[in-house]
């Protein structure tokens, strides 16, 4: 069996590039959001605590 390889189009590669960049940015959203929210719940003063 050989081994056949796809070559992307330059508008392949650039739309495969947006996808990325669009689902690093969710992701950065949520950990955001999960980082507000768990401040919210456990209010604020979780930061003045004695480690």
């Known amino acids: 069996?050989?081994?056949?390889l796809v070559t992307l189009?330059?508008?392949q590669k650039r739309a495969r590039?947006?996808?990325?960049v669009a689902i690093?940015?969710?992701l950065f959203?949520?950990?955001i959001?999960?980082?507000v929210a768990t401040i919210a719940k456990f209010?604020?003063?979780i930061l003045d605590r004695a480690m």
């Not at 590039?17 to 990325?20: E, F, W």
């Open 33 to 35: 959001i999960f980082y």
């Open 9 to 11: 189009t330059a508008s």
């Open 1 to 4: 069996m050989e081994n056949e």
């Open 43 to 45: 209010g604020p003063g």
């Open 29 to 31: 959203a949520l950990v």
């Open 17 to 20: 590039r947006s996808r990325s």
């Open 24 to 26: 690093g940015l969710a």
